[in-house]
DNA sequence: GAGTGGTCTAGACCACTAG
DNA sequence: TAGTGGTCTAGACCACTCC
């Protein structure tokens, strides 16, 4: 564990803890570098991890300080695999399993090519789960994969986590993802699976998702009923 | 402009010139601190920018690549006063236009409090607008905002732009947003104005906008009609 | 083993806030 | 004007990649 990390996450739990009080600044960069036996630049690093996270903000000439809502922030963080940021309570409680409509391999049409930056001679996955939170009805999610990308998915893969597989097994992290976000009308897949009426619906999120060294490994499309879960987003500027 | 903003801002503008070869990494951090004059942690803080906005990536021990859609992604910003970053094409094309319906002052109800993080007997405005997208109905926008944050709203200001009235006017800068965002079925209301039928969906949108000093100053529902715009959702780790 | 990015230091000066 | 965060330097060592 780095330094800076480390002092992060002690500064965090001192903040959650309440050990500092949040009516007054945190004490000075010199305090801390002092404290912690280390240089300004070092905790500079540190704070600002906590400044992406929401947890604190800094203010030239005056001080740091702790934001109020600190402790709702922090929990508000959003991994791809759960990318939906499906309300607290279903994330604390829920159990997600997976049925497989459809797998195969296939090669890519011109839009999948340009939305992964692969060639049309590029086999891909084709996968789509029908997926249940708490054995109800949650999603419905189209995917593909480079097959040079992401080797080996089997069945057995496809009813746990894809993102499991490529982290652990494949020892690849992933950089991060683009969502575009809309609602639509249930088609008929949506309907027989997801048991909505024609009245209900669907939220649908089509994302491209990439690995941290720059290339796309997913191209998803993903349906859910309107009335499990939302997406949560936090948008917050950094300083550098 | 500060020394790192504005070696960040000529090596963007030489990858978007493609003057640098995108299939070989970047000069490393040592030559380009030699020809910027300047150390090897200034260029990193610089690289960092472009890190963040997805133009490029690091792999520690061997380089700094440019990312291969880097000039897409760097068109997928979300100000948050068109956080919905409806597509682009409306982007470019579209005019918006908004009519009041209403605009009233209130006391806050014990979720406004906790949300908007003031007390009772603090005043708020509660704001109404139905908001035109090239003269077609687009969105409906429920508001509140703590009046001391935002004193002196006015009819005309609320005929243009919230935001551009907290940033020339009031001189306040944003630092971000917590989006909740979710499918629904319309209500009258939204019927009514969005010109939509039972079986139409609203994609609806419910934030808190915080100002640069932490200080949350917008409450909102924004409901939208599913066929005009979707929402970008830019979402890469950065490091440090 | 050579080359590259990641982390860290100690110290300096500047920009801004607040009393 | 004193105190605090923001930027910057020059140099060091480590971690990792790739040959």
Do not use: W
Request: hydrophobic share 35%; with cysteine; net charge neutral.
């Amino acid at each position: 564990m780095v330094k800076y990390k480390s002092i992060a996450e002690q500064i965090r739990n001192r903040i959650i803890n309440k050990e500092y009080d949040a009516s007054k600044p945190l004490p000075d960069q010199e305090k801390l570098a002092k404290e912690f036996g280390t240089s300004r630049v070092t905790i500079i690093k540190a704070l600002n991890l906590l400044s992406i996270e929401g947890l604190i903000y800094s203010k030239q000439g005056s001080g740091t300080y702790i934001r109020k809502n600190a402790l709702q922030m922090s929990k508000l963080d959003s991994r791809a695999d759960e990318y939906v940021g499906v309300t607290e309570q279903i994330k604390g409680n829920g159990k997600i399993s997976s049925v497989i409509i459809a797998f195969n391999v296939r090669f890519p049409n011109e839009d999948e090519c340009e939305k992964l930056m692969i060639t049309k001679s590029q086999p891909i996955y084709d996968i789509v789960r029908f997926r249940l939170l708490n054995e109800e009805p949650f999603l419905i999610e189209h995917t593909i994969m480079p097959v040079h990308v992401i080797p080996n998915i089997t069945e057995e893969i496809l009813q746990k986590s894809i993102y499991q597989y490529i982290k652990n097994d494949l020892g690849l992290t992933m950089l991060g993802a683009n969502r575009r976000i809309r609602a639509d009308q249930p088609d008929e897949l949506d309907q027989q699976y997801l048991k909505c009426t024609e009245r209900d619906p669907v939220l649908e999120v089509i994302q491209v998702v990439y690995l941290d060294n720059g290339v796309p490994f997913e191209y998803s499309r993903t349906r859910h009923r309107y009335d499990m879960g939302d997406i949560l987003v936090v948008d917050m500027k950094y300083k550098n």
